[in-house]
């Protein structure tokens, strides 16, 4: 099974400051990735995914991640956060027709 | 708009009880899956099925099992509930019949067993 790691359990920030969050994964040959947000008490939700082409995908709400594949990384990016994006955020890696999920990381964003 | 719906939101069951969990997606997909939810651990697979009367064990299907008679509900049975199942219970679709795709979740079932 493929293994992802995200290399942080919390981050915490304040407004306008920029975000990155690690992502790597397990070699598994060509790989589907994804980028989900869970804000307090919604549902998962995809912010982007990548499947080919340009490494440098964009996403909902001024998210992006860039996949570097000699690094098995996909890290998300935002350069100026808001309030609104504290939230639990995953990244996903795919295996045949399943996903397997990192542990999450809580962004904490402090007005 | 894609739709995965719960039953329920939150269920508190005692130790031994047998639990059912159902998830109806109304997108005509043939794939649905069940995750648990923990913190620090994200979310792990527990079961899939890619049709009606087809399932197929995920990462951790120990203590559960799956029914799927329709393609748009898929059930998730605990046969008998026990503490360490207290967890949040998602149900997600994606939606191509082929290869991977993003996966559409419902709300979530938040299961405390007592």
């Known amino acids: 099974a493929q293994s992802v790691s995200q290399h942080n359990h919390h981050v915490i920030l304040s407004e306008a400051a920029s975000l990155e969050l690690g992502c790597n994964y397990s070699y598994g040959g060509t790989v589907n990735l994804f980028w989900y947000v869970q804000y307090p008490g919604q549902h998962l939700q995809l912010l982007l995914k990548y499947f080919s082409g340009d490494p440098l995908v964009k996403g909902i709400k001024g998210f992006e991640a860039e996949f570097i594949k000699s690094k098995f990384s996909f890290n998300l990016r935002k350069p100026s956060v808001q309030w609104s994006d504290t939230a639990e955020y995953f990244c996903a890696v795919n295996e045949d027709y399943k996903l397997s999920f990192g542990a999450g990381t809580t962004v904490t964003v402090r007005a | 708009d894609v739709k995965v719906t719960q039953s329920s939101r939150y269920l508190v069951k005692r130790t031994g009880e047998k639990v059912f969990l159902e998830c109806v997606q109304d997108m005509d997909h043939e794939n649905m899956f069940w995750y648990r939810q923990d913190p620090g651990l994200g979310l792990r697979l527990i079961y899939f099925s890619y049709d009606v009367k087809m399932k197929e064990k995920g990462d951790i299907p120990e203590g559960y099992s799956v029914s799927r008679e329709k393609k748009e509900r898929f059930s998730l049975i605990l046969e008998s509930a026990s503490t360490n199942q207290t967890s949040m219970y998602l149900c997600?679709?994606?939606?191509?019949?082929?290869?991977?795709?993003?996966?559409?979740f419902g709300p979530g079932t938040r299961l405390t067993v007592t």
């Open positions: 997600a679709s994606p939606p191509g019949g082929e290869g991977p795709d993003e996966q559409y």
